[in-house]
């Protein structure tokens, strides 16, 4: 592969809002319902229908475009972009075009690698950061839905016509499909945070088109752009924009250049092909919508949206390290979804140790949970969790134990206390019984035990280890091993 080329990517980014009724209109939002089930004369966009803006999906799209560092404008405008689909009955789309609702906003994203502008960021980990530029957030309403599964019948379903969107339109300030998709999901995590959006890729709620070019290194105009269009995944994203930078790198090469298109992505043979040709720009013939007055967000709206703006994810992580002492890696395990680490923190706050029960709900608790969109189904609630470890810390029970009964308490109302009698299990707390098996052992490893006393310390896991197996993991490590070294008269 030649050097000497730059890859220049910009995103484009689609966001359904999470509102309960469409953009313009009282219909319902909610996904998979039979088709043309949500629809009214609005959205159907039958002639002298009007529009009638969703307040929420402005409070939404506000706290969005904060949130990524955005001016909000004051006074901004709807506007008719015009084309013709099946899926658009009216024939045009209302979004904003020469006056969105906010423009100029960053995000800064940090991907694995080394270079010149590599730093370290811990834990021996380089990181490049990057500071991508956003041009504007803007307010459109989505388009119906072909369906040309169903044999020789096309269906057009009109339920998603009229969905609130914001669109994240990103400078093109990226220089990979690695930073393209840490871009990603650093937005869709924020989005999720915040609540505006349930970052469901396969359902479409999340979308995205990945703008790519390359340019000769050193220069700074831009290269003739291809636009990747319906990926939804953000691996296939990674993969569809390497692939295509080697393509265009190819094609210069070879002397040829670039022809300005919309290209999709065929993962089974890991390759771009073309879509449509973008050679001669379509003229959506935008002017301002006739049926909207202007859109005028005052102060007082911007300032509630700030008030009432959720912490973001990587203010969360940095708390989490700060208050509760977590490892980075911990903190970023821990903020994966918003219900994740509300649990963490409402199990930390009633048991105390928030290491303890940070550790627990990674090892066992995380590989039970399932998420969807903004939902999380957690198998045991955060006050089962600090019960179980506070019958650890009263020697009830061992860490092991504590394994087993969770296990049991999943999917059950139940108290640990109730399962631990019911299993009939309890720790082996009592030091003479301890020091019972610990004689037991010594005597039957004499041999051992007098290497262990010479010097060989590496043996005392081992005895541990064989009392451990004698009481069944029901003993504190702990007790034993002090038990052991006294009986031995190690230091
Ligand atoms: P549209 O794609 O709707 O015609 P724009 O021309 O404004 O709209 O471009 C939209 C997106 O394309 C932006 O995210 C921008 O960063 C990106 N982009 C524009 N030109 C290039 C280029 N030459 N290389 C890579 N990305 C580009
Ligand atoms: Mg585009
Ligand atoms: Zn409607």
């Not at 959720?310 to 969360?316: C, I, S, V």
């Not at 999917?411 to 098996?437: F, H, M, W, Y």
């Not at 310390?457 to 009392?467: A, D, E, K």
Request: with cysteine; glycine share 8%.
């Amino acid at each position: 592969m030649s050097k000497s080329y730059e890859p220049v990517i910009g995103l484009e980014v689609h966001a359904q809002l999470l509102t309960r009724t469409k953009l313009f209109c009282g219909c319902s939002t909610a996904f998979g319902a039979p088709p043309n089930t949500h629809v009214c004369p609005t959205c159907l966009g039958l002639p002298g229908a009007l529009p009638v803006l969703n307040g929420e999906a402005v409070r939404l799209a506000v706290r969005a475009a904060l949130a990524l560092g955005c001016t909000i404008r004051n006074h901004s405008r709807f506007a008719r972009k015009n084309y013709f689909y099946p899926d658009l009955p009216k024939g045009y789309q209302i979004s904003q075009f020469d006056e969105p609702f906010s423009d100029d906003g960053f995000l800064d994203i940090h991907v694995p690698g080394a270079g010149p502008s590599a730093v370290d960021v811990g834990e021996g980990e380089n990181k490049i950061s990057r500071h991508a530029r956003i041009q504007r957030v803007h307010m459109e309403e989505d388009a119906g839905k072909n369906f040309h599964d169903k044999g020789d019948e096309s269906i057009v379903d009109l339920n998603r016509s009229g969905t609130p969107l914001i669109e994240i339109v990103g400078h093109p300030d990226l220089r990979s499909g690695a930073e393209a998709a840490e871009y990603l999901r650093t937005l869709r995590d924020i989005l999720v945070f915040l609540g505006v959006n349930d970052g469901n890729l396969e359902e479409g709620s999340f979308r995205c088109d990945a703008n790519v070019s390359i340019r000769p290194v050193g220069t700074d105009t831009l290269g003739t752009r291809t636009e990747l269009k319906n990926i939804n995944s953000f691996k296939f994203v990674e993969k569809a924009i390497a692939h295509e930078i080697s393509r265009q790198i190819a094609v210069l090469d070879d002397g040829g250049r670039i022809v300005q298109e919309t290209r999709g992505w065929n993962e089974k043979e890991s390759k771009t092909y073309s879509l449509r040709s973008k050679e001669t720009a379509q003229d959506y013939r935008y002017f301002p919508e006739p049926d909207l007055p202007p859109l005028i967000i005052d102060e007082a709206f911007v300032e509630t949206a700030r008030h009432e703006m959720p912490e973001l994810p990587r203010n969360k992580r940095a708390r989490f390290v700060a208050e509760y002492k977590l490892t980075p890696y911990a903190a970023s395990v821990l903020t994966m979804h918003p219900r994740v680490a509300a649990f963490f923190e409402e199990a930390a706050m009633l048991h105390g140790d928030a290491v303890k029960i940070g550790n627990f709900i990674q090892a066992e608790v995380l590989r039970d949970v399932t998420l969807t969109g903004l939902d999380a189904q957690i198998p045991v609630s955060a006050k089962q969790v600090a019960d179980l470890w506070k019958l650890v810390d009263d020697d009830k029970i061992s860490g092991k134990q504590a394994k087993e009964v969770y296990a049991k308490l999943a999917k059950t109302n139940r108290s640990p206390g109730d399962v631990i009698a019911e299993l009939g299990i309890s720790q082996v707390t009592d030091r003479s019984q301890i020091e019972d098996i610990c004689r037991k052992i010594i005597d039957a490893n004499a041999k051992s035990a007098e290497q262990l006393k010479a010097g060989k310390t590496g043996l005392i896991g081992f005895f541990v280890g064989q009392v451990m197996k004698e009481t069944k993991g029901s003993a504190s490590p702990q007790v034993v091993n002090e038990t052991l070294k006294r009986l031995l008269g190690l230091p």
